[in-house]
């Protein structure tokens, strides 16, 4: 929920409240109580009764007991947002040309608070690792794309958002430490790009560079993957970086072509 200085005087709390409740369903949290519901979001039970109770009648949650979870109607909202952003005809075309030449699987994310959002992904579907889909989350700094956008904040706004981060460990490798985080995401701003392995999972090799609109500022960020046993960061550094800086680049430039997309991305 935003704090009270950030709310214009139209906000709608009950919307708010709505909203904040389907984001509350997780992998981690599939099914959950009232009570577990509203502390999750910050609610009296009461209150988040009644917002579970009209998500119920609009179809966007379901109810098996004492337990509430979310029905695929809630998929629909994520759809709209992939068929009006047109990702299909913008993003994938470069994806499957950069899994087309590399292999294993490649995505683009933008951040959204703590997290990252896939909102294109692409891959050869192996069965050794788990793929990424549209629409995921995963926390910002255990992923290069995460670490990518992380590093492109003015250093006011990445102090704020360090600050906050859960930096909770995913693997034996992940980065917990804030001061580390914050001297890695400095490497990453000077380099212009991020590695990453077995931060999130174990078996994700990654690297991310910046995807920039026409004014240059980052506004999402593009990665390829591969499985830790196959790859190394510092193979898909001399393998792969050039051609991931082309291809973000050109997806740099579709943003001007299709300012619809680059409003969604947040440029």
């Known amino acids: 929920m935003i704090g009270p200085a950030d709310k214009p005087p139209e906000f709608v709390e009950a919307l708010a409240k709505g909203l904040a409740i389907i984001e509350s369903f997780d992998a981690g949290h599939p099914e959950m109580t009232l009570s577990e519901v509203a502390r999750r979001v910050g609610l009296t039970p009461a209150a988040a009764r009644r917002s579970l109770l009209t998500l119920m009648s609009l179809g966007f ?57 896939y909102v294109a992904h692409h891959s ?12 995921a989350r995963y926390p910002a700094h255990a992923t290069s794309i995460g670490r990518v956008l992380l590093a492109a904040l003015p250093d006011d706004r990445l102090d704020d958002r360090l600050e906050v ?28 790009y991020a590695t990453t392995v077995d931060q999130l999972d174990y078996g994700i090799t990654a690297i991310a560079v910046p995807i920039r609109n026409q004014q240059g500022r980052t506004v999402a960020a593009l990665n ?34 299709y300012p619809i997309l680059g409003a969604m991305l947040g440029s």
Do not use: N, W
């Open 224 to 257: 390829s993957s591969g499985y830790t046993g196959l790859v190394t960061p510092e193979r898909l550094i001399e393998e792969r970086l050039p051609e991931l800086r082309a291809t973000a680049s050109h997806i740099g430039r579709e943003l001007a072509r």
């Open 165 to 192: 981060l859960d930096l909770q460990p995913l693997t034996s490798r992940t980065c917990t430490d804030r001061a580390e985080l914050r001297a890695e995401l400095m490497r990453i701003r000077t380099a212009g």
């Open 61 to 117: 949650v379901g109810q098996d007991g004492k337990r509430f979870h979310l029905r695929p109607k809630v998929m629909a909202l994520g759809s709209t947002f992939y068929l009006s952003a047109r990702i299909d005809e913008l993003l994938l075309p470069d994806l499957r040309a950069v899994v087309e030449r590399f292999g294993d699987a490649a995505s683009v994310g933008t951040l959204e608070g703590e997290d990252v959002i």
């Open 124 to 135: 050869v579907q192996r069965a050794r690792r788990a793929a990424a889909v549209v629409g």
